[in-house]
């Protein structure tokens, strides 16, 4: 039987690992997205808890009455646990008086497009070799991708509320 997760809002001392993760991941804290730079452990942070320790987390910002989910890690996949803190990132946008959810991905990142698609996200726009230009802010950013995908291409998607 798989075991119970809880939900909660970001601590302090998440902000460690969560620059581990994103450090190994995307290169570093600092995620862009259309242009604009993020340090992720500054933003609003929502946490996927299993037996006390943190498994996941999702960051993100708001603006013009949506709002936009700029990371989303999950260390144990398949327990629903990222499923559950996009419905968390829904929930508290509509309270908050948002009309839409919006997230940004890279064309090589297969498993995000199916996972954000598979939860009603339908793509809004792609922006092709942007990715180039991202890499003169963020050198980090890496050549190949997912499967040794070329990363090139940014991809929208978005959810209505
Ligand atoms: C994409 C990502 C966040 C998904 O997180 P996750 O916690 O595995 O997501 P879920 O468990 O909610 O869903 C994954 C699958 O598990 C299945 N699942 C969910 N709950 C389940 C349960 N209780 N029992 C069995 N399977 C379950 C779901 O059906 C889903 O499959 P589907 O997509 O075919 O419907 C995760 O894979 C990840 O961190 N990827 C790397 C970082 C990344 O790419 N982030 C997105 C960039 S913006």
């Not at 013009?64 to 990132?89: D, M, Q």
């Amino acid at each position: 039987m798989k075991q119970t997760f809880q939900l909660r809002d970001k601590i302090p001392t998440d902000d460690g690992w969560i620059t581990d993760i994103a450090t190994r991941l995307w290169g570093s804290v600092q995620i862009i997205s259309k242009e604009h730079t993020y340090n992720i452990v500054e933003l609003p942070n929502c946490i996927g808890e299993l037996n006390g320790k943190p498994v996941g987390f999702v960051s993100y910002t708001q603006g013009g009455g949506s709002r936009e989910i700029v990371a989303l890690y999950c260390a144990i996949e398949n327990h629903g646990i990222g499923t559950a803190l996009i419905e968390r990132v829904k929930e508290t946008a509509k309270t908050d008086g948002c009309t839409s959810v919006w997230v940004m991905t890279t064309n090589d990142n297969t498993q995000a497009l199916r996972f954000y698609q598979k939860r009603g996200f339908v793509i809004k726009a792609v922006r092709t070799n942007v990715m180039e230009e991202q890499r003169k802010v963020k050198p980090t950013i890496p050549l190949l991708g997912n499967d040794k995908i070329p990363i090139r291409d940014e991809i929208e998607l978005e959810i209505r509320l």
